[in-house]
Structures are given as structure tokens and as C-alpha cells.
């Protein structure tokens, strides 16, 4: 059995190829899915692959800062939310940086410009080499920003 990476309730993650350099996050493995917090969402197609162009407030509380990202759409999903609501998103496939590592993830995008965190951490994200301290916080520390060669 290999060694497991304990993560707490909340961690610092990064989405390097979305250019979000860190952003918190909550892990739930009460989700199936990962979810990320876009707003003004548009699809278009680029060499017949459909894209999504997305905005995100990568800050908890501050809507002053905006990083644009874009992604292939690998999939539309209904999803229920923790209220019972169900919503038709976009799903796109990126990694992610935590715990000195990338893990390429399924998320699905949705606003959650109301919600705490603007990205919740799936369980299926963390089913390899991660366990769960619902007491521990931030435990595997922010991510660094990579130096150029």
C-alpha cells in the first residue's frame, strides 16, 4: 500500500493550465464530482473540439479581481447540488495542483459566486493517494509558483 497524503477539510490548490495560480478550496467527499466557480460562460469550437471561455473571481469575497480561462468540454452533466436543484454544466478536464502534485481532474462549472469556497475538491479526485482529516486545515501548505528556466 503506498503512503497517503492527509489533506484537511480545506487546502490551496492551484489550476495551472487555467492560469489560476491559487485559489482555496473545500474538500467534499460528500461530491462525486469537483466543481469550479464561473460566471459569463460561452462556447465556441476550434478545430472541431467545443470550448468553454469562462470568468472566475479566484477570491473568496472580492469580485474585483477576474481571471478569463478557457477548456475543451469533455462532457455536459445534470448535476444535483447539495439543495436538491439540478443544473445541466459544463464539464471540463484540467489539473490540479495540490500537495506537490497534479491530478488530472473532472470538473464541472457553475457559479458560486454565493458560496464560501469557489471550488469544491470531488471525491473521485481524491480517490488515489489522498485521506481526509475533517480537522485539519490547509495542511499541505500553498502552492509555489514554479520559476522559468
Given at each position: 500500500?503506498?503512503?497517503?497524503?492527509?489533506?484537511?477539510?480545506?487546502?490551496w490548490?492551484?489550476?495551472?493550465?487555467?492560469g489560476?495560480?491559487?485559489?482555496?478550496?473545500?474538500?467534499?467527499?460528500?461530491?462525486?464530482?469537483?466543481?469550479?466557480?464561473?460566471?459569463?460562460?460561452?462556447?465556441?469550437?476550434?478545430?472541431?473540439?467545443?470550448?468553454?471561455?469562462?470568468?472566475?473571481h479566484?477570491?473568496?469575497?472580492?469580485?474585483?479581481?477576474?481571471?478569463?480561462?478557457?477548456?475543451?468540454v469533455?462532457?455536459?452533466?445534470?448535476?444535483?447540488?447539495?439543495?436538491?436543484?439540478?443544473?445541466?454544466?459544463?464539464v471540463?478536464?484540467?489539473p490540479?495542483?495540490?500537495?506537490?502534485?497534479?491530478?488530472?481532474v473532472?470538473?464541472?462549472?457553475?457559479?458560486?459566486?454565493?458560496?464560501?469556497?469557489r471550488?469544491?475538491?470531488?471525491?473521485?479526485?481524491l480517490?488515489?493517494?489522498f485521506?481526509?482529516?475533517?480537522?485539519g486545515?490547509?495542511?499541505?501548505?500553498?502552492?509555489?509558483?514554479?520559476?522559468?528556466?
Open positions: 500500500m503506498h503512503d497517503k497524503t492527509t489533506l484537511g477539510w480545506r487546502e490548490v492551484a489550476l495551472p493550465e487555467l489560476i495560480a491559487v485559489l482555496k478550496a473545500k474538500v467534499d467527499t460528500g461530491a462525486r464530482t469537483s466543481t469550479l466557480h464561473a460566471f459569463r460562460m460561452e462556447t465556441f469550437e476550434r478545430n472541431g473540439q467545443t470550448r468553454v471561455r469562462f470568468a472566475i479566484p477570491f473568496q469575497k472580492r469580485t474585483d479581481v477576474v481571471v478569463e480561462c478557457e477548456a475543451d469533455v462532457d455536459q452533466r445534470e448535476v444535483t447540488d447539495s439543495g436538491g436543484h439540478k443544473e445541466l454544466r459544463y471540463i478536464r484540467t490540479v495542483h495540490l500537495a506537490g502534485r497534479d491530478i488530472p473532472e470538473i464541472t462549472l457553475t457559479d458560486r459566486d454565493t458560496m464560501k469556497f471550488m469544491l475538491l470531488g471525491r473521485t479526485s480517490r488515489e493517494g485521506v481526509v482529516d475533517p480537522a486545515s490547509y495542511m499541505t501548505g500553498k502552492p509555489q509558483r514554479k520559476k522559468s528556466t
